[in-house]
């Protein structure tokens, strides 16, 4: 198929699968005197609906349990739901525990393995169920799926992770099973070789129209019906320079985040457009909310945006792109 086919072919996709998501409510409107909350969208082939922002646990390492407590309030105060934490983060699976106890019965808990083995994936899944304070992970998921055969095969192949997420399952600690993936190629993969409930993708307005990052793999899950949850809706481009790193309050994270309102509302706009589930904002509280915030005022993309998105994505460096791989 000729790339000009595949382009029209794209866009075509992209118009009809901005189908619900653009249509749909993104702010779920409130009683007299209460405060608005996010809206929600299924959550796959299931019936479970999560909210259109997601929580990243990987922002609590950095925090204080009472601060974390409070994080956790917050996001729940303005509707958020499903909650994300991997033991690669950190002490973020010890913060959470607590700071969710109170409102797991309400919420959507996804957890993560980058053990590939049965054994390994059994001791890491029985730690972070002891860790979380709870008897079950609504979503379970191979975290960091990179390349095709180390992680993909690796992981569904005999004596692999699946083996013992699939027999989670069969027991109850487990009620669906998804992947995260940093390439297409091994995201394309996983998803030919195994019928997963959700997929996490980096998706971004930056990646998407200037990196080539993101269309083969949307189209590919909304073609089986899986969820999508998206990483960096919120990552704006590579650090320029070590000097503009440098000078930024955001220094520590590894790519520069959006961080101005303006453009905030064109990328959730977009991402939110898109027929995507959920979006994860970088785990970075003032970032967090301030993706909430615009989730919560935010409408579905015009023409007029969509342009707007265009120009600011042509003068970015996109942080994910065709060909580069982040592990």
Not at 57 to 70: C, F, H, N, P, V
Not at 210 to 222: E, N
Not at 233 to 248: D, F, G, M, T, V
Not at 274 to 300: S, Y
């Amino acid at each position: 198929m000729s790339d000009s086919v595949q382009s029209v072919n794209r866009r075509e996709f992209l118009k009809s699968a901005a189908f619900v998501t653009a249509a749909a409510a993104i702010a779920r409107s409130a009683p007299a005197g209460q405060p608005q909350t996010l809206a929600r969208r299924k959550f796959g082939r299931t019936d479970i609906e999560v909210s259109v922002v997601g929580f990243s646990g990987l922002m609590l390492s950095a925090m204080t349990q009472e601060r974390a407590d409070k994080a956790v309030a917050r996001a729940v105060e303005h509707g958020v739901n499903i909650f994300d934490v991997a033991p690669a983060y950190g002490s973020a699976q010890e913060k959470m525990g607590p700071a969710l106890k109170p409102f797991r019965k309400d919420v959507f808990l996804c957890c993560k393995t980058r053990q590939r083995t049965a054994e390994g994936a059994a001791k890491e899944l029985k730690r972070s169920l002891e860790l979380l304070q709870t008897d079950h992970f609504d979503l379970y998921q191979l975290h960091a799926i990179v390349d095709p055969v180390k992680d993909v095969e690796a992981a569904l192949g005999r004596g692999g992770a699946m083996e013992t997420i699939l027999a989670a399952r069969k027991a109850g600690q487990i009620r669906y099973i998804g992947i995260t993936a940093h390439t297409t190629e091994a995201a394309i993969a996983a998803m030919e070789k195994f019928d997963f409930d959700s997929i996490m993708f980096p998706l971004n307005f930056v990646s998407f129209h200037t990196g080539d990052f993101g269309p083969k793999i949307l189209q590919t899950a909304v073609s089986k019906r899986m969820a999508v949850l998206a990483i960096k809706p919120l990552c704006r481009q590579e650090w320029p320079s070590a000097e503009y790193r440098k000078a930024s309050r955001f220094r520590n994270m590894w790519y520069e985040p959006i961080s101005e309102p303006a453009e905030a509302q064109l990328a959730v706009r977009w991402a939110l457009s898109q027929p995507i589930t959920t979006i994860l904002p970088p785990a970075n509280e003032e970032v967090f909310f301030l993706g909430v915030q615009t989730a919560l005022e935010c409408r579905p993309l015009d023409e007029q945006a969509a342009e707007q998105v265009r120009a600011l994505a042509g003068k970015l460096k996109p942080l994910f792109r065709a060909g580069k791989v982040i592990g």
